[in-house]
C-alpha cells in the first residue's frame, strides 16, 4: 500500500532515502527532502508490505501526461524485484491517466514493471 509522505514519517523516510547510493550523507538526504517539499508536483510516497511494515520509498515528479519516477528504493530485507513492480503498480493505479517513465537512474526497473504487466 502507498502512502504519501508526511513529516511524521521523516525519519522512516530518511532512512530509506539513506539506502540510495546518491544520498549517503545527511545533508543530502535532507537536500532531497526538501526538494519534494518544495513544489506540488513532486512527491515522495512510502510503501508498506503485508505485514504493514514500510519497507519502500518513491519519489516522483508528476508532469501533464506522464510520472516520472526519480527514485525508489526498499529496505535491505525486502529487495526483490517484485516489492519494486509492486510499488509501480500501485503507482499507476494512484496516476492512471499519467504513464510511468524513468530517469537514468530509474529506467531499468520502468522497463521490466512495462514488460510483466504489459504497459
Known amino acids: 500500500m502507498l502512502l504519501k509522505y508526511r ?9 530509506l532515502l539513506s539506502l540510495i547510493p546518491d544520498f549517503k550523507d545527511i545533508h543530502q538526504v535532507t537536500a532531497e527532502l526538501e526538494w519534494y517539499k518544495q513544489a506540488d508536483s513532486r512527491e ?13 520509498i518513491a519519489g ?8 516520472i519516477l526519480r527514485l525508489i528504493a526498499l529496505a535491505p530485507q525486502a529487495r526483490q524485484q517484485a516489492n ?3 510499488m509501480l503498480d500501485e503507482l499507476n493505479r494512484a496516476f492512471p491517466e499519467n504513464r510511468i517513465m524513468g ?9 521490466k514493471w512495462e514488460k510483466q504487466y504489459g504497459r
Open 7 to 15: 513529516s511524521d514519517y521523516e525519519k522512516v523516510a530518511m532512512g
Open 44 to 56: 515522495l510516497f512510502l510503501y508498506k508490505d503485508e505485514d504493514n511494515d514500510i519497507i519502500g
Open 60 to 67: 516522483v515528479e508528476q508532469k501533464t501526461n506522464f510520472l
Open 84 to 86: 519494486s513492480l509492486k
Open 103 to 111: 530517469t537514468l537512474e530509474t529506467t531499468a526497473i520502468v522497463e
